[in-house]
T-cell receptor, first 115, second 119 residues
Framework: GAGVSQSPSNKVTEKGKDVELRCDPI?????LYWYRQSLGQGLEFLIY????????KSGLPSDRFSAERTGGSVSTLTIQRTQQEDSAVYLC?????????????FGPGTRLTVL | AQTVTQSQPEMSVQEAETVTLSCTYD???????LFWYKQPPSRQMILVIR??????QNATENRFSVNFQKAAKSFSLKISDSQLGDAAMYFC????????????????FGKGTKLSVIP
């Protein structure tokens, strides 16, 4: 079956512009995670969705970052007024209903470059 | 908060040889889950192996095995009979069994080890 897909694959934007990154999880996966991977760093948790429950936004670095998940499926991560430090690879992952041993399946990521 | 440390930014191994990647973590929890992920140049993270802390037996998946030392909070990955396709970034990750925030089980990652395989 299809894996997690993300679009665009690469995004170059100018400082101060808004960007939207999209994630399409594996069908049937109710849990969805966004992570950020800055150069030379590990993955940093951003936000988590589980079904219709309120999202866990505890990892969002600032109020310029927001995300939504429509219909329990596709998710969009929005970064407003982008800054150069936002340049990173943004990875999305999905899993069956959240449990500590459930494998998270990752997408290929979106590489964001802020000029 | 839990932290994961990978002290080897880069490693290399000769094809067909064995290599061990190190990972240590810090936690006050007694039960948790540990993972090794592989990230090839395609950027897509792939689960290599996982270990439950309450299990004493080390996990094994084909050529991949772990050395889990709970008291030392160490979780190293051994790759046997290394192949060219093993070249990638390897990330060690920790997961708490408890929920945080609204109910997530987010992974806490180390900074990764870049593995090169020499033909």
């Amino acid at each position: 079956g299809a894996g997690v897909s993300q679009s665009p694959s690469n995004k170059v934007t100018e400082k101060g512009k808004d960007v939207e990154l999209r994630c399409d999880p594996i069908s049937g996966h109710t849990a969805l995670y966004w992570y950020r991977q800055s150069l030379g760093q590990g993955l940093e948790f951003l936000i988590y969705f589980q079904g219709n429950s309120a999202p866990d936004k505890s990892g969002l670095p600032s109020d310029r970052f927001s995300a939504e998940r429509t219909g329990g499926s596709v998710s969009t991560l929005t970064i407003q007024r982008t800054q150069q430090e936002d340049s990173a690879v943004y990875l999305c992952a999905s899993s069956l209903p959240a449990g500590p041993y459930n494998e998270q399946f990752f997408g290929p990521g979106t590489r964001l470059t802020v000029l | 908060a839990q932290t994961v440390t990978q002290s080897q930014p880069e490693m290399s191994v000769q094809e067909a040889e064995t290599v061990t990647l190190s990972c240590t973590y810090d936690t006050s929890e007694s039960d948790y889950y540990l993972f090794w992920y592989k990230q090839p140049p395609s950027r897509q993270m792939i689960l290599v192996i996982r270990q439950e802390a309450y299990k004493q037996q080390n996990a094994t998946e084909n050529r991949f095995s772990v050395n889990f030392q709970k008291a030392a909070k160490s979780f190293s990955l051994k790759i046997s009979d290394s192949q060219l396709g093993d070249a990638a970034m390897y990330f060690c990750a920790y997961r708490s069994p408890r929920v945080s925030g609204a109910g997530s089980y987010q992974l806490t990652f180390g900074k990764g080890t870049k593995l090169s395989v020499i033909p």
